[in-house]
């Protein structure tokens, strides 16, 4: 039967190489030697080498204690809560390469490949571990480092802590490179600690994500009081639209009737003082004058009737004061009924004079109660 291969893709994307990146990514972030989240919260371990110990943390060398038998119990305890063995320098074999920056993600397959070449031992008794130790743009560097198992298990067994009761789990196997740098052995140990580091990554994450909720919840606050507002405003504004299109209404109204007013006032201003000119009218025209028909159109009058004699009483009304234009619309004629001339007059009349205003009145000087003795 063939092999069957199974081969991820999207749009010419290999899917399967885009889960390799993703994977390295992840990987440095969390376990590269420069990663800010290892430097910050993996747990210290405490180094035995040849008779000495040494604290790491991250990777690196934080402080060396010359004797963990000067040191008290509380605090040799807190030191060996994650503790590691570095194999001597001659029970290890070291080899750096230098590898294309685009192979890492292949970087396993690699070195497998450089430990069955490199390897002195068999294949049943070769450990073999590496780790990056620098990037370039297009090259990396890899440590390799390369032991037999019995070298292991030997220095396990001589190291002063092999007896201690203290010590809850088995303790990770190291390689120190010539500048220190430690290399993990997988398999002996380190599941406690790789547990701690990643219970502070969680942890951090759980605070993240309820400084988070606790900000979206803010904002949403926020955001729905600023919306709670943001209606009454709108509410409080089209109310005062409303009360503006009142306003506006009602100062048309005002202002329509002002004008009516005006208008009003102005026409009672220019009319003439009908009743004033009708009695000066009549108390004007002589007991020989019969009027048959008065016209007043604004300030012109027309006056039609009888007379004994019009011609005096035309010449009347030219000597009447207030009275202009004064003449006749037709000629006088004697009327064979009566016997008296039939005339037709018109004139304009102008302001009525004013009345004078009438003298105050003095209050007396001498008090009541002389007036009254």
Not at 182 to 201: D, K, N, V, W
Not at 230 to 236: M, S, T, V
Not at 279 to 284: C, E, G, L, Q, R
Not at 345 to 366: D, F, L, N
């Amino acid at each position: 039967m063939g092999q069957v291969a199974n081969n991820w893709s999207l749009f010419g994307l290999d899917l399967t190489r885009a889960g390799k990146w993703l994977a390295l990514g992840l990987e440095q972030l969390l376990y590269d030697h420069d990663a800010w989240l290892l430097r910050r919260f993996d747990p210290p371990v405490t180094l035995f080498s040849e008779g000495t110990e040494s604290l790491y943390q991250a990777d690196r060398l934080c402080e060396d204690i010359a004797s963990g038998r000067s040191e008290s119990g509380a605090h040799r305890a807190d030191i060996v809560r994650h503790c590691a063995v570095a194999l001597p320098q001659d029970a290890v074999l070291l080899k750096t390469l230098q590898l294309p920056a685009a192979s890492e993600e292949d970087l396993g397959s690699a070195m497998a490949l450089e430990i069955d070449l490199s390897s002195p031992f068999s294949d049943q008794d070769t450990r073999a571990s590496w780790r990056v130790l620098s990037r370039g743009e297009s090259v990396i560097e890899v440590v390799l480092a390369i032991t037999a198992q019995a070298a292991i298990d030997k220095t396990l067994e001589t190291t002063e802590f092999a007896t201690d009761n203290r010590i809850a789990e088995a303790p990770e196997v190291w390689a120190l490179t010539d500048d220190g740098v430690p290399i993990s052995f997988m398999g002996f140990g380190g599941q406690t600690r790789r547990a701690a580091y990643h219970g502070e990554l969680r942890r951090l994450a759980g605070l993240w994500a309820a400084i988070w909720v606790c900000v979206m919840v803010g904002l949403m606050a926020i955001a729905l009081a600023t919306s709670l507002r943001a209606d009454r405003l709108n509410a409080g504004f089209q109310q005062v639209r409303v009360d503006a299109a009142e306003a506006a209404n009602g100062r048309q109204e005002l202002q329509l009737g002002r004008t009516r007013l005006g208008a009003i006032q102005a026409a009672i201003v220019e009319r003439p003082n009908y009743q004033y000119w009708l009695n000066h009218i009549a108390a004007s025209a002589p007991d020989t004058v019969y009027f048959d028909r008065l016209n007043f159109d604004s300030s012109e009058v027309i006056v039609r009737g009888y007379s004994n004699n019009a011609s005096v009483y035309l010449r009347m009304l030219t000597e009447q004061p207030g009275y202009t234009d004064v003449a006749a619309l037709s000629a006088f004629a004697r009327d064979q009924n009566n016997g008296l001339e039939r005339f037709s007059i018109q004139w304009r009349v102008t302001e009525p004079p004013k009345p004078e205003a009438e003298e105050p009145v003095v209050a007396p000087t001498t008090p009541l109660s002389e007036v009254l003795q």
